[in-house]
């Protein structure tokens, strides 16, 4: 239904940040991510809040209290809430020294305090916070079983500590990240941890990537040199995935993908995020979606409140347009108006 006013429809502010530096291009300031957001609208609908990414240049992780609480009047004053946070983890990584895993738990406490403040302030009503392991996947092949044994570990310290702030924490499916390279590994990494307040964040371009075996061709479910057109294969291999991490799934990016791999400035390659409207996109976004918005019978499941679209690694010609937001916001409108609810 075209009236529909759930999941609640965000935009992310880190691909202001994701990709861009010093060997790339330069980052979009956060007010700026912030602004496109709020200006954007098609037919009246506007975006209803913001994913956060709490890192520099954007957010500094160690901010006042003070600090928070402005960062929560700057989004609300542009009539947006607060949804998922992204953790600053990557000086932690999972697979590296006790002192490294120290710190990754440390970055969760700090993500989960600027959550308690957000709630407190009313801006964040919803969301979970968003990790990964921070480590690479040659390094996890090096020893399977005891570097999943590991990152479940630190995930579990992670896990327990936001759980004292009633926070969720959803592990994002995405190729470059050791224990999250493949579909199967994701799954074994989670059950693991064994712990009620984790889960899985998905997002459809890095999904989609599992299907290609990219970092663990063991695992790939469509035949080398896969025809496209074949959408019928192609559905069959997102059934087999989604009702695999369904289950875990806690969070959700709308998002495109090409079927290539990409990387810009410092960050690995991983699954290509194209534009809403890249005639080059593998996806039928909206009714793909459905594969994670609605279990194996086709009904809602209603897991979560919002989804957020993500689209990382874009030239910043393309993201300092008003347009591409409002073409980015329609497709999320799409995606709600199949699969959302009142």
Request: charged content about 25%; some cysteine.
């Amino acid at each position: 239904m075209k009236d529909n006013t759930y999941p609640k429809l965000h935009n992310a502010s880190w691909p202001g940040i994701v990709g861009k530096g010093l060997d790339s291009q330069p980052p979009i300031s956060f007010d700026k991510m912030l602004k496109m957001t709020a200006d954007a609208e098609v037919n009246g609908v506007k975006f209803d809040g913001i994913d956060i990414g709490l890192f520099d240049p954007h957010v500094d992780i160690n901010s006042s209290d003070d600090d928070i609480k402005r960062l929560a009047d700057k989004i609300a004053g542009h009539n947006l809430k607060i949804g998922t946070m992204v953790a600053p983890i990557w000086g932690g990584p999972t697979l590296g020294s006790d002192e490294n895993r120290k710190t990754f738990v440390s970055m969760v406490q700090r993500a989960c305090h600027f959550g308690k403040i957000f709630r407190e302030h009313g801006v964040r009503q919803y969301g979970v916070i968003r990790i990964d392991s921070a480590s690479a996947p040659e390094v996890w092949y090096k020893d399977p079983i005891n570097s999943t044994k590991i990152i479940a570990k630190t995930f579990r310290e992670a896990s327990d500590v936001a759980a004292d702030y009633d926070e969720k924490l959803a592990a994002e499916g995405e190729i470059c990240w050791a224990g999250m390279h493949s579909w199967k590994a994701m799954v074994e990494t989670l059950e693991a941890v064994d712990r009620p307040n984790i889960g899985f964040q998905a997002d459809m371009s890095h999904t989609l990537l599992y299907l290609l075996g990219y970092n663990a061709p063991e695992h790939r479910i469509l035949p080398e040199n896969f025809d496209w057109s074949d959408r019928k294969t192609l559905e069959a291999g997102l059934k087999t995935v989604t009702d695999v991490l369904r289950p875990w799934t806690i969070d959700f990016h709308v998002a495109q993908n090409d079927g290539t791999v990409h990387g810009t400035g410092s960050h690995d390659k991983t699954g290509r995020h194209c534009l809403a409207t890249d005639p080059n996109g593998k996806l039928d976004v909206a009714k793909d979606a459905g594969y994670w918005l609605r279990d194996g019978n086709g009904e809602l499941t209603k897991v979560f409140q919002h989804i957020c679209w993500d689209g990382c690694m874009f030239d910043n010609d393309v993201m300092l347009k008003q347009q591409t937001w409002n073409d980015i916001l329609a497709t999320l409108i799409e995606v709600r108006t199949l699969h959302g609810w009142n």
